[in-house]
């Protein structure tokens, strides 16, 4: 992916990043061309309660490096009662960037490492009791699974937001079971 | 080869599972199996007696009752007409015969005396089977006669005249002049007359149905009875050259059936034959009877097993459905697979069969023990090979009636469904749930538990239909027999009728508490959901007690004019006899109280489990 | 979101103390429930965790009346009723205590309607309040048009609505349910995760025995259960939208 060039880096830094917002903007640009309030009303809609916490200004900003970096094309619109628009479509290299994200099928990682160092470092220097770290991560979590399943539950039937807290909860449940299985040992290996 | 000893070894496993049910299965169609046997066995038991009795006594062919003449003699071209015709190769009389009014030590009867020579007749000369033939003075009893009075050789009898009675009523017990008194010089036993208690019918003797039995005695002591001579009739013994041709000798000489009243000329009546076969048959009458309660009784008893062995099969099919998917997934084919189903109840029913039979023919002589009016024993009680078949054809139709169905559809079930063991789903019958919600819970619970399994509710039914029928006719059977006391022939059939009764409701009981305990068992989950929904234990035994009392009581209604159509059948000549109103007014009621009962003691166990632990049990 | 009635002004609608469950006896002896003490408030829920075998469901039927204690003593509403009498037992059940099983245990022959009827006609009410209660709720558990449907025809999650709606057809005071999305596929949960939170939002007491986290974290409180015995309680917060980006893969 080429590096942002040139470009001041005044960004807004309150709320989340989108590690992969520029692929999303150039894949809903493919069909048909969008002023930048409409691109970030379809990621709203797609997010769902997750939008909010949403960084405000990325769409805009990347919408501009895009453009430097040749991915993208603008023009300017008139409006009639209101200051200019601008509107974005994609090139064709953009659309050739599109088609290989795509086809992209590497998955973000799970991590289960790190914690169990964790563990395994606090056991062995006897820095603290790893199970109740693990007890620890577990409430954390369980919070966490708390809040999504809730949110889940507040979708509406067929919601597409739904689909992706469904994820977040079915990955959280997962990771839930995983630090069971981790008080399991680290219980019975204090109890020997 | 191998095929066949796997299906022998799997049924035999199964069976030792479930040695009740097995006990069960045979006890049901043993009760068929044994009551047929010995109906069976009770074909022709008179004959070989009668004939033996026939030989001993010179037995007519025809008797001939000519009536006298205003004079007190008998016609003699009457006479003539019948001893004279070709084809007659001997004959003895004529023999006075009249009735008499007889009294043995406390007992007085009426009976039937013919006078006679000391010397041998040469045609129905009645041999002695104690003591000896007539000496003046004397009389000879017939020997059943004898037997039901108790008395014999040396006893004293005192003979009276009767009093004239009216055609078509009882004879009448009243003396209507001194009597004199005899000694019994012997017992004897013959072929003219079927024995005691068959009712000896010239005379006017038999219009009350009253048992009458014969005695001998000298010529001039009967007439002396009776001085005026028309009060006898004069019987002649005919012996004929072809003995087969006596109905037709008979049928000759015997007036039209349909000769009216009044269109006799005024003198005696025309003389009365009767072929030496009707005497064979009346002599069988008694037997007959008893015969004829018991294959009825039999078949009753057959349908009554095919009820029981169907629920039994039906209840268990249910957990044999996962055998059976076993089979079929490791090859077997649908028809290895009926035969292992079938294999089982079929080794039952042939057990049940030869059961049958021994324990028939072991009772059979406690039945069959011919007259002592007939000379022999009926031979050995032996079960004759056609007896055997038919025993053992009635036993296996029992079992693979109530087994074919349950078993094709077995084997038909698909090999996923099988192992999957989706037991039959039961069935829905909206109207009755509708229905059922509007009625005291007990009522809602029995009626729903009743139409998830509509075969079986029908089964408890018809079992119940059966019994109450058999039980009616029964009564109507003993309704219709002279209740006199003494009489032998009635004794005899009623103890018949009693047995068949009591296995019949013994049966019936036993099938109602193996119902009530699968329909139980078949309910135990919906029992549990139903308690952890809110009913009461004693509201969920109530519920299964009604199930099996709802279908008792239409059947106890549908067995009251069931039973009265069965006596008309068995019993064709007599005239629709029925049961007192009170006892058939009784037997409804009655039959639900012992359903209730029965019921009872099953439904409560099956609702005590703790609910938690059944339902829990569905998940395991 | 309604908050439940102050617990201090009315007492835990249902308590334990001391429970105890065994089955067997000498070598077979399994200690199913050793000695659990409970306090349930009105309106709370609460879920109990824990690995299978852990004595959760045995908890749960002990609570409800299906089986009786070893030791120890249950109260419902300030009444004690471990010792109660089956029939006394079969009334409570009536009044008080709504069961949801895993397995449904619907009556296969009755349609969706018949089934909810049927607790408020064992109960002794006419034909025509039971079948109206019966609509009502299923209109509750959003399965109106479905209520002359035969269990075969419902889907897993729909039946263990149907069984809801009848546990509730009596107006219990508490609602146990076990397992109740055990035997349910994703979407299936959600329905009945969905009906239970609406129940626990109008202020029904809930006891759920669940071995999914996700259906526990809809709790109040959540109590994890190993061989018999509690180990953990936890009252869990509702959480915030703010770490679901994070949950969700945003970076900050």
């Known amino acids: 992916m080429p590096e942002p060039v040139g470009v001041s880096v005044k960004e807004p830094t309150s709320g989340y990043q989108l590690r992969v917002v520029q692929e999303v903007l150039l894949a809903l640009l493919a069909t048909q061309a969008s002023h930048g309030y409409q691109l970030r009303a379809r990621l709203q809609l797609a997010l769902g309660p997750l939008a909010e916490a949403l960084n405000a200004g990325q769409v805009y900003v990347t919408l501009n490096r895009l453009e430097k970096a040749g991915l993208v094309s603008s023009q300017r619109v008139g409006q009639t009662d209101r200051p200019d628009r601008k509107v974005y479509e994609l090139t064709a290299s953009g659309r050739e960037r599109v088609m290989e994200w795509l086809d992209d099928t590497s998955w973000p990682k799970p991590a289960p490492a790190e914690f169990h160092l964790k563990l395994v470092a606090a056991a062995a220097a006897g820095l603290a009791d790893p199970v109740r770290l693990v007890d620890a991560q577990r409430h954390a979590l369980l919070d966490g699974l708390a809040a999504a399943q809730r949110a889940a539950l507040a979708e509406p039937d067929g919601s597409i937001a739904g689909l992706l807290l469904e994820g977040v909860v079915l990955r959280l449940q997962a990771d839930l079971r995983w630090l069971e299985a981790c008080a399991e040992y680290w219980t019975s290996t204090k109890e020997r | 080869m191998g095929r066949a000893l796997l299906v022998v070894r799997l049924a035999a496993r199964d069976l030792r599972r479930r040695p009740a049910e097995t006990a069960l299965l045979l006890l049901a169609i043993m009760a068929a199996t044994t009551t047929l046997t010995l109906g069976l066995v009770l074909q022709g038991v008179t004959d070989k007696p009668f004939q033996s009795t026939r030989e001993a006594t010179a037995g007519p062919d025809v008797i001939a009752a000519l009536f006298p003449r205003s004079d007190g003699t008998v016609d003699p071209a009457q006479v003539k007409a019948v001893t004279g015709e070709p084809g007659v190769v001997a004959h003895s009389g004529p023999y006075p015969v009249a009735g008499a009014v007889l009294e043995a030590g406390d007992r007085t009867v009426v009976a039937q005396i013919e006078g006679r020579d000391t010397a041998v007749a040469s045609v129905d000369q009645p041999k002695p089977t104690r003591g000896g033939w007539l000496r003046p003075g004397g009389v000879v009893l017939e020997a059943a006669f004898a037997e039901a009075l108790d008395i014999g050789p040396g006893d004293r009898v005192t003979l009276s005249p009767i009093e004239e009675t009216a055609p078509g009523s009882e004879p009448s017990l009243q003396a209507s002049g001194a009597g004199r008194e005899f000694r019994v010089d012997g017992v004897a036993v013959t072929a003219a007359t079927p024995p005691y208690p068959e009712p000896a019918c010239l005379v006017n003797l038999c219009q009350g149905g009253a048992d009458t039995g014969v005695l001998w005695l000298g010529r001039a002591d009967a007439l002396s009875l009776y001085p005026r001579r028309d009060s006898f009739i004069y019987v002649w013994n005919l012996k004929l050259a072809d003995p087969a041709r006596a109905p037709a000798f008979a049928a000759e000489h015997n007036p039209p059936a349909d000769l009216p009243e009044g269109a006799r000329s005024s003198g005696p009546p025309p003389p009365f034959l009767e072929p030496w076969q009707v005497i064979r048959d009346a002599s069988a009458n008694l037997v007959d009877n008893q015969r004829r309660a018991l294959l009825t009784g039999a078949w009753l008893l057959a349908f009554l097993a095919v009820a029981s062995v169907a629920v039994l099969v039906g209840g268990r099919m249910a957990d044999q459905l996962r055998r059976v998917g076993l089979l079929k997934a490791v090859g077997g084919t649908p028809g290895l697979i009926a035969a292992v189903l079938l294999a089982e109840y079929v080794a039952v029913a042939l057990l049940a069969a030869a059961a049958g039979l021994v324990v028939g023919s072991l009772t059979a002589p406690l039945i069959t023990e011919p007259s002592a009016g007939l000379l022999g024993s009926a031979g050995a009680q032996t079960v004759t090979l056609s007896s055997a078949g038919v025993v053992t054809a009635v036993a296996l139709a029992v079992a693979v009636v109530a087994t074919v169905v349950p078993a094709v559809r077995a084997a038909r079930t698909s090999t996923v469904l099988a192992l999957a063991d989706a037991a039959r789903p039961p069935r829905r019958t909206a109207w009755l749930v509708a229905l059922s919600a509007r009625l005291p819970v007990p009522l809602l619970l029995g009626l729903r538990v009743a139409a998830r399994r509509p075969r079986r509710t029908l089964l408890a039914l018809v079992s119940i239909a059966l019994t109450v029928s058999g039980v009616v006719a029964a009564l109507a059977a003993h309704a219709d027999l002279p209740n006199g006391s003494g009489s032998a022939r009635a004794d005899r059939l009623d103890e018949v009728l009693l047995v068949i009764t009591i296995t019949l409701v013994a049966m019936a009981a036993v099938n109602a508490i193996f119902v009530t305990w699968a329909t139980a068992l078949d309910a135990r989950r919906s029992s549990a959901l139903e308690r952890a929904l809110g009913a009461t234990p004693l509201q969920i035994g109530a519920g299964l007690s009604a199930a099996q009392v709802l279908p008792a009581l239409a059947g106890a209604l549908l067995g009251i004019p069931g039973g009265l159509e069965l006596i008309a059948m068995a019993d064709p000549d007599s005239s629709s006899p029925s049961p007192p109103l009170w006892q058939l007014l009784a037997v409804v009621p009655a039959t639900v109280i012992v359903v209730a009962v029965l019921s009872a003691v099953p439904a409560r166990i099956g609702a005590r489990q703790p609910a938690g632990r059944v339902l829990q049990s569905e998940l395991a | ?252």
């Open chain 3, 1 to 252: 979101m309604e908050t439940s009635e102050s617990p201090a002004s009315v007492g835990p609608v249902l308590r334990a103390r001391g429970l105890e469950k065994r089955y067997g006896d000498g070598e077979g002896l399994v200690q199913a429930l050793d000695s659990v003490d409970l306090d349930v408030a009105r309106g709370e829920s609460l879920a109990v965790m824990g690995p299978s075998g852990c004595g959760k469901s045995t908890l749960l039927h002990l609570l409800g009346g299906l089986e009786r204690p070893s030791e120890g003593e249950v109260w419902l509403a300030g009444r004690r009723v471990d010792r109660l009498s089956e029939k006394a037992l079969a009334r409570l059940r009536r009044r008080a205590i709504g069961f949801v099983f895993q397995a449904f245990h619907l009556m296969d022959e009755l349609t969706a309607l018949e089934n909810v009827e049927l607790p408020a006609l064992l109960a002794g009410s006419s034909p025509r309040a039971a079948r109206q209660r019966a609509t009502e709720l299923l209109g509750q558990v959003g399965l109106t048009d479905r209520a002359d449907h035969l269990p075969a025809a419902l889907s897993g999650g729909q039946r263990q609505r149907v069984a809801i709606a009848r546990a509730l057809s009596n107006e219990p005071l508490v609602l146990l349910a076990d397992e109740p999305t055990g035997n349910l596929d994703t979407a299936a949960t959600l329905d009945v995760l969905r009906v239970l939170d609406s129940l626990r939002a109008a202020g029904q007491t809930l006891v759920i025995v669940t071995h999914e986290s996700r259906v526990a974290a809809t709790a109040d409180r959540l109590i994890s259960m190993r061989d018999g015995g509690f180990v953990e309680e936890t009252r869990l917060t509702r959480g915030t939208h703010g770490r679901l980006g994070e949950l969700a893969g945003l970076e900050s």
